[in-house]
């Protein structure tokens, strides 16, 4: 795969974020689950990095399996608040309020 990732293989991890509804959340690994590369959630990470060359897609419903959002990149939370989605007082998204089951 090297520098440049596989169209195919970026298009099959967003049509997964495509489909998270507003207010709700996804971890790296379980959007990689979903995929069937349950060890590959870096990879998903690198896809969503550089998501605006395939479209449009909310890859600020994406975060970390502990709910932390995406690190410089500010702009995700107010995007997630503004969907009512809540923080703990870490500043960490409420997972067991808002991860989606798929």
Same mark, same amino acid.
Request: net charge positive; hydrophobic share 40%; glycine share 10%.
């Given at each position: 795969?090297?520098?440049? &990732? @596989?169209? @195919? =293989? /970026?298009? +099959?991890? =967003? *049509?997964?974020?495509?489909?998270?509804?507003?207010?709700?959340?996804? *971890?790296?690994?379980?959007?990689?689950? &979903?995929?069937?590369?349950?060890? %590959?959630?870096? &990879?998903?990470? *690198?896809?969503?990095?550089?998501?605006? !060359?395939?479209?449009?897609?909310?890859?600020? !419903?994406?975060? %970390?399996? /502990?709910?932390?959002?995406?690190?410089?990149?500010? +702009?995700?939370?107010? =995007? &997630?608040?503004?969907?009512?989605?809540?923080? =703990?007082?870490?500043?960490?998204? @409420?997972? #067991? #309020?808002?991860?989606?089951? +798929?």
């Amino acid at each position: 795969m090297g520098a440049v &990732l @596989d169209a @195919d =293989l /970026a298009y +099959e991890i =967003l *049509s997964v974020v495509a489909e998270i509804p507003e207010g709700r959340v996804a *971890s790296y690994g379980q959007i990689a689950r &979903l995929i069937g590369r349950e060890k %590959n959630a870096r &990879l998903v990470g *690198s896809v969503l990095r550089s998501a605006e !060359r395939y479209g449009q897609y909310p890859c600020h !419903r994406v975060v %970390n399996h /502990a709910g932390r959002i995406a690190p410089g990149w500010p +702009e995700q939370a107010a =995007l &997630l608040k503004a969907e009512g989605v809540a923080f =703990l007082e870490s500043g960490r998204v @409420d997972m #067991k #309020k808002h991860q989606w089951r +798929e």
